[in-house]
């Protein structure tokens, strides 16, 4: 039996997946891929005769399946995903039928694109003292929320929000952070198609406009909303770390970026 890889291929920039999983893509058998977000060009690293699959079509137990069967055949077989393979994936119902059948599993890291789309706009996720936390999250769709991680309830906390699968949401997410203390002139970020060439677009706004902004920009899907305090801090000025040490600073700087005040 051979080794089953569940590998990230990074935001879509054929050159964002890492060396580990481009050594892993040349020494494939077989290769199963995610159709729509994953750029086919990540398949230039396949060795000839390699066995390339789009799992576009597949059920759950189909994905399962194939890479049990191609693991029957192949030393090396890929599973190449969007991103990072931990997040908003199946990596665990994939796994378990491979844990059963006694098959080895590894795991190989992506450039999230909650990373790619910071890059993408020039921005932190973490300003000292003003928020070190970033909590990757989700509009409640047919996936339903753990209550406990209802936007309403994690939005309080006023720190970095990267909202994945959330777009179509836009108004929602919006109105929620409104309600639960931000800011309507708190700033977003939205990233569509973060680093693929040619596609990228970079929407800024606030919580008041963002809605309308990407309904007129036409983006419906594959983006990242990101809200944050930290937003636009390099046009900030008084904010620079040489401040972090003045007695007045949490006083004068809580709740900045429009977060709640706690
Ligand atoms: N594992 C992936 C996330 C998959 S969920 C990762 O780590 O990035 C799919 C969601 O990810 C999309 O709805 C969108 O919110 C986000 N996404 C994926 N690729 C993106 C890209 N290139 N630019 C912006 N958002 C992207």
């Known amino acids: 039996m051979g080794k089953v890889w569940?590998?990230?291929?990074?935001?879509?920039?054929?050159?964002?997946?890492?060396?580990?999983?481009?050594?892993?893509?040349?020494e494939a058998g077989a290769i199963l891929y995610t159709g729509s977000l994953v750029a086919e060009t990540?398949?230039?690293?396949?060795?000839?005769?390699?066995?390339?699959?789009d799992s576009k079509s597949m059920e759950l137990a189909q994905v399962s399946d194939w890479l049990l069967t191609r693991a029957a055949r192949h030393e090396t077989v890929i599973r190449l995903q969007t991103g990072d393979p931990t997040l908003y994936g199946v990596f665990a119902e994939l796994a378990r039928p491979l844990d059963a059948a006694g098959v080895e599993v590894g795991l190989v890291p992506g450039v999230s694109s909650a990373m790619a789309s910071a890059a993408s706009a020039g921005e932190c996720l973490t300003l000292p003292e003003v928020t070190q936390t970033v909590i990757f999250t989700r509009h409640a769709e047919r996936t339903p929320m753990p209550e406990r991680e209802s936007l309403a309830a994690l939005a309080v906390h006023g720190c970095t929000l990267c909202i994945f699968l959330s777009i179509e949401r836009i108004d929602q997410v919006a109105e929620t952070l409104v309600d639960a203390g931000w800011a309507d002139t708190a700033p977003v970020v939205v990233v569509h198609k973060a680093t693929w060439p040619g596609e990228e677009l970079v929407l800024r706004g606030t919580l008041a406009d963002i809605a309308t902004r990407c309904r007129e920009a036409g983006i419906v899907r594959q983006a990242m909303i990101?809200?944050?305090?930290?937003?636009?801090?390099?046009?900030?000025?008084?904010?620079?770390?040489?401040?972090?040490?003045?007695?007045?600073?949490?006083?004068r700087f809580r709740g900045k970026g429009g977060a709640p005040a706690s």
């Open 42 to 53: 990540a398949l230039q690293w396949a060795p000839e005769g390699c066995e390339i699959a």
């Open 226 to 251: 990101l809200v944050s305090p930290a937003l636009g801090a390099r046009e900030r000025e008084s904010e620079a770390t040489s401040k972090l040490y003045d007695p007045g600073f949490e006083r």
């Open 6 to 26: 569940f590998v990230g291929a990074g935001p879509g920039a054929p050159d964002l997946i890492t060396v580990r999983g481009i050594r892993l893509l040349a």
